[in-house]
């Protein structure tokens, strides 16, 4: 695959996690697919799709850099959307979530095989749940 095919690849799965196309990860993603060393698979996933999606309505995603070099691929993103569901324990807040991170893919056999990420869920959930104990006194 050219840089372009491999950057053309993280552009669909940032579509499809979107749009929640659970019916197209198998096309993008090895069996044995890992995050940060530990393997998830495809069933990790969907998991992390569908949890996205219970918790978060009106979810949009914005590329802001994408850069290749051999079968890696890198981007810095941001995911916006509404608290509207559970998220981690967390009741719905109502509130707007923007999610932030950097993911290095590596591409194997035109497939995400690996993902290095570093994302600012931590932080996001601290705010929400703050707010969900204002919204409750």
């Known amino acids: 695959m050219t840089l372009e095919d491999n950057k053309a690849l993280v552009r669909r799965w940032i579509d499809v996690w979107v749009k929640k196309d659970l019916a197209l990860l198998n ?15 495809l069933a990790g996933v969907k998991q992390a799709v569908e949890v996205l999606h219970i918790s978060l309505s009106n979810i949009s995603a914005e590329l802001h850099e ?8 890198v ?36 497939k ?17 749940k703050a707010d969900s104990e204002t919204d409750v006194s």
Do not use: C, M, S
Request: aromatic content about 6%; charged content about 20%.
């Open 27 to 41: 096309e993008l993603f090895t069996q044995d697919y890992t995050v940060n060393g530990a393997l998830i698979g």
């Open 66 to 73: 994408i850069i290749a070099e051999d079968d890696k691929v």
């Open 75 to 110: 981007i810095r993103w941001t995911v916006r959307g509404r608290h509207e569901g559970h998220l981690l324990g967390i009741p719905p807040t109502g509130k707007e979530v923007e999610l932030k991170g950097i993911n290095i893919y590596q591409v194997i056999n035109q």
């Open 112 to 128: 995400l095989g690996v993902n290095h990420e570093q994302t600012n869920v931590a932080e996001v959930i601290q705010r929400l």
